[in-house]
């Protein structure tokens, strides 16, 4: 199993740009997060699926769409960056709630200048 | 609404020296406890989480929490670090009906030769 795998690794863009970051699961996982990461401020929920077709945004959602088509895959997107949006991007997966662990992916990191 | 503390920002050790790094919680309802560990350039792993039963959790690379109640904490332990601990850790709770994690804002843990 490949696990939490996330599309591309680095990203530079300008501001006003658009880009789409990809997460896949194979690990048949229900629920599936989005996260940032800055310096001193930990990892903050962006928006979270609870199945396939679903989506519901988290703590910081302005700014990013989400849509998960298939169950293995959640998309997060930016439509117009802005150089707030410079952060680590973190996708997460947990099969269920009684589980409550989260599998992260490896991160995307991305700069708009 | 939850939220989570981490007490120091950075922690520097001497190898084969103890340490704790230090986590308060507050949070409405019952909660679900987590450390992750994140090595420079990767994403987050666990170490260790609490759920229920003992107090006293053990995870991988000999680190320990102790989940107190009464002080709302749960602090983590290593009787003896080595080099290869130097990375970030980030205390986490969960308690949410859709598996969110609030993260604390993470500990540097340095640890020297």
């Known amino acids: 199993n490949a696990g939490v795998t996330q599309t591309p690794k680095f990203r530079v863009l300008k501001t006003g740009q658009s880009m789409t970051l990809l997460c896949a699961q194979d690990?048949?996982?229900?629920?599936m997060y989005w996260y940032r990461q800055d310096p001193g401020m930990g990892l903050r929920l962006i928006h979270y699926?609870?199945?396939?077709?679903?989506?519901a945004k988290g703590e910081v959602p302005d700014g990013y769409n989400v849509s998960r088509l298939k169950k293995q895959n959640f998309l997060l997107g930016l439509e117009s960056a802005a150089p707030s949006q410079t952060s680590v991007y973190f996708c997460a997966s947990t099969p269920d709630l009684g589980f409550y662990e989260q599998y992260f992916g490896p991160g995307t990191r991305l700069t708009v200048t | 609404a939850q939220s989570v503390t981490q007490l120091d920002s950075q922690v520097p050790v001497f190898e084969e020296a103890p340490v704790e790094l230090r986590c308060n919680y507050s949070s409405s309802v019952s909660v679900y406890l987590f450390w992750y560990v994140q090595y420079p350039n990767q994403g987050l792993q666990l170490l260790l989480k609490?759920?229920?039963?003992?107090?006293l959790v053990k995870g991988i690379n000999g680190f320990e929490a102790e989940f107190n109640k009464s002080q709302t904490s749960f602090h983590l332990r290593k009787p003896s670090v080595h080099i290869s601990d130097t990375a970030e850790y980030f205390c986490?709770?969960?308690?949410?009906?859709?598996?969110?994690?609030?993260f604390g804002q993470g500990t540097i843990l340095t640890v020297h030769p």
């Open positions: 609490y759920l229920s039963g003992s107090t």
């Open positions: 690990m048949n996982h229900e629920y």
């Open positions: 986490a709770v969960s308690g949410t009906s859709y598996g969110k994690l609030t």
């Open positions: 699926s609870v199945g396939e077709g679903t989506t």
